[in-house]
């Protein structure tokens, strides 16, 4: 490989990047040395002499001031800044330990004793919020009971104020506590298990004025009409679609139209159409496949197949997962798979989901594997048996990611 010279365009964008991203530092480092009245600093090299002089001769403390009560005097806008990066098994604790946090620990328990069925752990309550389903075996649907509205509401805008996502089950009756719930929102499934039970909820998100940070579509009905579950998704700002079970072609067909639509996770390859619509998703910049090799009978060919259908678009990583039950040669597999991604001039990453490097990704096709001229049959064949979803994304409260899979992530950072 050709040695990078220091003049060329991608090192000047690099460190374009890299400047800008000290700027930002240094702006937020002196908002908050203002309201702790102290001076602002010209320069990030500033905040480490600073730091070092403070180190070495640090300033003189008042033997009555406790270290609570040091914590307790910062301004509130330092403190929810901190508790921004609070973990679940450190959240109760610190609530207890510092009486300034004392309201987030009381809304925490006001609303998850409520649901004692739910059995909610901090890690089901920090930092994200899943909110329960409730279903009525008689009348055969789901409630929310109203008594409890407000303390779900409540707790629900304190998670969403300090960076939590709030995860909303996919059912027509959750529509009625929409309200109380913060304007961004994260989808995930419920009861509904047909389309035109998911366009009448997404229909009551997009009239709500919703923003969607994740939208998990979970289905048993493998094959149903989704014109309309289109439609609404067209109408909703969504920033990730994950889709369990197969693709429909009018799905794919308006991804264009789904507002700062990143990224997008189908169930395996054939779900998407040879001549699909993602170079037209302008925002889109990342791909994922849940169960890639299930249903390949030559996994060889995978990697050429995969840059072909991305041939065009903005997409610049693509995450693969792997189940913990893979028998040696699925694992086999996959050491042909990722040895194809670095052929092609893609780098395996770690698994940082946001890690910003997405700049520029209109420049350049990320590798169009055309070295393979196989058939591309069974674009849109069936895909085997798909009522199975296993494990899916069945319940609000499941962990993503729990399961134990593990994710390969492929990145393309251009020429």
Not at 83 to 112: G, N, W
Not at 209 to 220: D, E, M, P
């Amino acid at each position: 490989m050709t040695p990078c010279h220091l003049n060329c365009a991608c090192c000047q964008r690099h460190a374009v990047h890299v400047q800008s991203l000290h700027q930002r530092a240094l702006d937020e480092l002196n908002f908050y040395r203002k309201l702790l009245q102290m001076g602002p600093l010209t320069s990030m090299d500033a905040f480490e002499l600073s730091t070092g002089n403070a180190i070495d001769n640090p300033a003189p403390c008042l033997g009555s001031i406790t270290r609570s009560a040091a914590f307790q005097m910062m301004p509130p806008e330092i403190l929810d800044r901190i508790f921004q990066f609070v973990r679940a098994e450190s959240i109760l604790p610190l609530c207890h330990a510092l009486p300034y946090y004392k309201y987030i620990s009381t809304a925490m328990f006001d609303f998850a004793h409520r649901f004692p069925n739910e059995r909610y752990t901090p890690s089901k309550l920090w930092p994200d919020m899943y909110l329960p389903r409730f279903t009525n075996a008689e009348l055969k649907t789901t409630l929310f009971p109203i008594q409890h509205m407000h303390a779900a509401g409540v707790y629900a805008r304190i998670v969403s104020k300090h960076g939590g996502n709030v995860h909303i089950p996919g059912s027509t009756n959750a529509l009625n506590y929409l309200g109380i719930l913060p304007d961004v929102l994260s989808v995930c499934p419920g009861d509904i298990y047909t389309g035109s039970g998911w366009a009448e909820f997404l229909r009551g998100l997009a009239d709500a004025n919703k923003r969607i940070l994740s939208c998990t579509v979970g289905l048993v009905k493998a094959y149903d009409r989704w014109s309309g579950v289109a439609k609404q998704l067209a109408r909703l700002p969504i920033r990730s679609l994950i889709w369990i079970d197969t693709l429909p072609g009018n799905i794919q067909d308006i991804l264009p139209r789904i507002s700062g639509l990143q990224y997008l996770q189908v169930d395996c390859l054939q779900d998407m159409h040879e001549r699909n619509k993602l170079s037209q998703c302008l925002n889109l910049t990342e791909l994922a496949f849940s169960r890639l090799l299930s249903f390949e009978i030559n996994p060889d060919l995978v990697v050429g197949r995969i840059l072909r259908r991305m041939k065009g678009s903005r997409i610049r990583k693509v995450w693969c997962e792997i189940s913990s039950r893979a028998s040696e040669m699925e694992l086999d597999a996959w050491e042909g798979v990722t040895s194809d991604f670095l052929k092609h001039g893609w780098h395996k990453d770690t698994h940082d989901e946001d890690d910003g490097d997405d700049g520029d990704a209109g420049d350049g096709d990320a590798g169009d594997g055309d070295d393979d001229d196989s058939d591309d049959d069974g674009d849109t064949g069936d895909t085997g048996d798909t009522g199975d979803t296993g494990d899916d994304g069945n319940d609000c409260n499941d962990d993503n990611g729990g399961n134990g899979d593990e994710k390969l992530c492929f990145v393309y950072r251009g020429v």
